[in-house]
């Protein structure tokens, strides 16, 4: 308990900011100076937020050997001690609320107030997944009008509302693939995935039961058709694209793969994360996509782990949607909405190929999502692809000239901008720029993904920042840049303003400490 | 004893029918820092080309894939605790697995140092 500072500042902070080491900041922000012990180690034994009555001494003989031998080891904080503690931990956190949240792949855009507004009316927030159906028709009627207006975003024939989340979207699509196949009587084992792919596709097919090939990317960062084709065959199930590709980065060819693919018996699974970057102006289905998942949280600004699972909802084609899994939302020949489970699987989802979640799905993300899209309509959504595209390649061109942009030949890039640590000097890492764009005041890009790219820095600003944002975070990249070219030591050390200093994370990762056990083992 | 070396920066180190693989130097220098390697089971069946071992770095997880066909007849233990060798030592201590060769003649199609080197050089 010795030296822990209950007041939660860091009182070593000053001579911190003032060492030799420590460089000015572009912005002048000195990131966030607090500090904070675990709850453990805050407040004092016996000590409670509420009155517990003594236990009665009479246990029933039954359960007397249950009876604990010792006090569990529970902080003992009074309720505005607890308070404090999280909100000073919540001080710590940097969140899209504080400011820009560049990383790349993630589409960390504003989460409207309004959503949240819609999302708390009692008949959204107070619904419990075991009411009679006909006290939650508002509900029901929600999601499947997020259903239709994803359906009809993305030209798809239909869509599986109940999938929890990006990578649970893909294992759907790919289960309704393997269904599919399994219906036709064939086993095909190889699921093609392009280095241009997010990470998590390869995992998804593997996880499935299939073999992972992978294809190559071209030098200008996208498939190399070519490539594919030669690897399709009898035993290709299917391809796993990701469009925008992760190199940010339009795939042209994707009409042309999914022909290809579909002229050998396979299917094309289309990774969804970065939808945010053609919503309104292009449509999937238009391109021979057989499933794709769309992230809620992402492309429909509902807020990235918003209190509970999230959801991934999987659009189908004609060919897959047979197979989508249980529950399922539909709308009847009289208007109304209801549900098919197992017990009335019979109107038309005999084939579905199970289910992958107890419920429909999450209420929560549903009524936000909606929300956005309805607060926008067709047109704002047109708009919000336009800007989230303008936005990343204005970052491309302003810094291109000081930061090695692999592809910035490719043409222009869509919802993020790519850059590499070619053009630094030797020492000078990847890494570097992170942190020292922590005591700028900035949440680090995403770095080294793609992997494709040596040392990559991706950085998405998606369309809920403003030109004088931009520039902000652009003058503070082009300052990292130069220090970096002045070889400034200090980048090495950096950040030298966050609560915690460069973090041993080679350690952390191999001899990771997880879980506090007392003074004892301190 | 000859050792060959792969495009995805695996090395085989033969001999007899016993082939010695890990990542080379140059792979590890751009993964960094090493935290865990997830290796085959001993006894599996692996064919030339199939991921079968991952290098899980500060930067990334990358999938090694074996140059060879055959069984897997026994794994580097010490890596469980000692990840840290395929930085320091990775052409000897850091080795990841041995494999019983099924058909000798995939060796062919490897390159040998000179070869890797300028591979290396031309990256």
Redesign the interface.
């Known amino acids: 308990m010795s030296g822990v500072n209950t007041a939660g500042w860091r009182p070593s902070m000053n001579e911190v900011a003032l060492g030799d080491m420590a460089p000015a900041t572009q912005s002048g922000d000195r990131a966030l100076m607090l500090e904070e012990a675990l709850i453990f180690e805050l407040g004092c034994e016996g000590q409670t937020g509420v009155d517990i009555e003594a236990p009665s001494k009479a246990v029933s003989p039954a359960l007397s050997k249950f009876r604990r031998k010792a006090a569990p080891a529970l902080p003992g904080l009074s309720e505005p001690e607890t308070v404090r503690h999280y909100t000073r931990l919540s001080r710590q956190n940097y969140g899209i609320d504080l400011g820009p949240f560049p990383l790349g792949s993630c589409t960390m855009k504003h989460n409207p107030r309004l959503n949240e507004k819609m999302a708390r009316l009692p008949g959204f927030a107070d619904v419990h997944p075991l009411q009679p159906q006909k006290t939650v028709e508002g509900a029901l009627e929600v999601i499947e009008q997020l259903a239709d207006w994803l359906m009809k975003l993305t030209g798809m024939a239909s869509v599986a509302m109940s999938p929890k989340a990006g990578a649970h979207g893909e294992l759907c699509g790919l289960l309704c693939i393997r269904a599919a196949l399994d219906a036709r009587g064939e086993s095909r084992e190889i699921v093609l995935v392009p280095e241009s792919a997010h990470g998590t596709n390869p995992a998804t097919a593997a996880f499935a039961g299939f073999k992972?090939q992978a294809i190559p990317a071209t030098p200008e960062g996208r498939v190399d058709l070519e490539a594919l084709k030669e690897k399709l065959g009898p035993d290709v199930a299917g391809v796993m694209i990701t469009n925008p590709n992760t190199c940010g980065l339009f795939e042209p060819d994707l009409k042309e793969i999914a022909d290809a693919v579909h002229a050998v018996g396979g299917y094309v699974y289309c990774d969804g994360a970065n939808f945010n970057a053609i919503v309104g102006r292009v449509r999937p289905g238009d391109l021979g996509v057989d499933a794709m998942h769309i992230n809620l949280h992402k492309t429909f600004s509902t807020p990235h782990g918003g209190g509970g699972p999230g959801a991934g909802p999987v659009v189908l084609s004609e060919a897959l949607a047979p197979y989508a899994p249980l529950p399922f939302v539909t709308r009847g020949e009289e208007g109304e909405v209801h549900l098919v489970e197992e017990e009335n699987r019979g109107e038309g989802h005999e084939r579905a190929f199970g289910r992958m979640v107890a419920f429909h799905g999450q209420m929560g993300m549903f009524t936000r999502a909606l929300a956005y899209i309805l607060s926008h309509g067709a047109d704002g959504l047109k708009q919000v692809s336009e800007d989230a595209v303008l936005n990343a390649n204005y970052i491309l061109r302003s810094l291109e000239d000081v930061l090695e942009a692999p592809f910035g030949k490719s043409g222009p890039c869509m919802h993020e901008a790519l850059f590499s640590d070619a053009g630094l000097p030797d020492g000078i890492s990847t890494l570097d720029i992170a942190k020292g764009l922590i005591d700028e005041g900035f949440h680090p890009m995403t770095?080294?993904?793609p992997?494709v790219v040596?040392g990559a820095m991706l950085i998405e600003p998606t369309e809920t920042e403003s030109k004088q944002g931009l520039d902000r975070f652009i003058a503070s990249m082009r300052n990292l840049a130069q220090r970096a070219q002045e070889q400034d030591e200090s980048l090495h050390t950096a950040p030298h303003f966050a609560p915690r200093r460069r973090l041993d994370?080679?350690r952390a990762?191999?001899k990771p400490v997880l879980v506090w056990k007392g003074d004892e083992e301190a | 004893m000859s050792v060959y070396y792969s495009e995805d920066h695996e090395w085989i180190e033969v001999e007899g029918d016993l082939g010695t693989v890990g990542i080379t130097d140059y792979a590890q220098g751009q993964l960094g820092d090493i935290t865990f390697v997830d290796l085959p089971e001993e006894g599996a069946t692996v064919a030339k080309g199939d991921s079968i071992a991952v290098v899980d770095s500060v930067k990334a997880a990358s999938d090694v894939y074996t140059p060879v066909s055959g069984e897997i007849a026994e794994t580097n233990d010490a890596l469980a605790d000692e990840p840290e060798l395929v930085n320091s030592d990775p052409e000897v201590g850091g080795w990841l697995f041995r494999v019983k060769l099924a058909d000798a003649s995939e060796l062919e199609e490897l390159m040998d140092e000179a070869a890797y080197k300028k591979f290396v050089a031309g990256l």
């Open positions: 992972v770095v080294y993904f992997l040596k994370e080679t990762a191999r």
